[in-house]
Nanobody, 120 residues
């Protein structure tokens, strides 16, 4: 199971760090992706980290502002969000699969998301 946390209300230009904690799954064996769903919109892929630690952006809109990392000792993947803009407002989820492409196509172990609200 995966559990996303760390969301909240932040002003534009601010920062947040989201966590994706795993239980019963060893994250460094998988690719872990972050996804988001804004109100009234479809879910979209944001960023992924491969099992070997490489980052793959699913969308160019977050390049230069969002980064992904993994702490294997804590079995947790993080999404560092800087220079937030109102368009980043969404519920953020994490999911896993063997590769980042497969995670985007059919991610597994979706848990409850965490809400990020960016005020202008």
């Amino acid at each position: 199971q995966l559990q996303a946390s760390g969301g909240g209300l932040v002003q534009a230009g601010g920062s947040l760090r989201l966590s994706c904690a795993a239980s019963g799954i060893t994250l460094h064996y998988y690719a872990t992706g972050w996804f988001r769903q804004a109100p009234g919109k479809e879910r979209e892929g944001v960023l992924c980290i491969t099992s070997t630690g490489n980052s793959i952006y699913y969308t160019d809109s977050v390049k230069g502002r969002l980064t992904i990392s993994r702490d294997s000792a804590r079995n947790t993947v993080y999404l560092q969000m800087n220079s937030l803009i109102p368009e980043d407002t969404a519920v953020y989820y994490c999911a896993i699969h063997s590769t980042c492409m497969e995670t985007l196509r059919s991610g597994r172990s979706w848990g409850q998301g965490t809400l990020v609200t960016v005020s202008s």
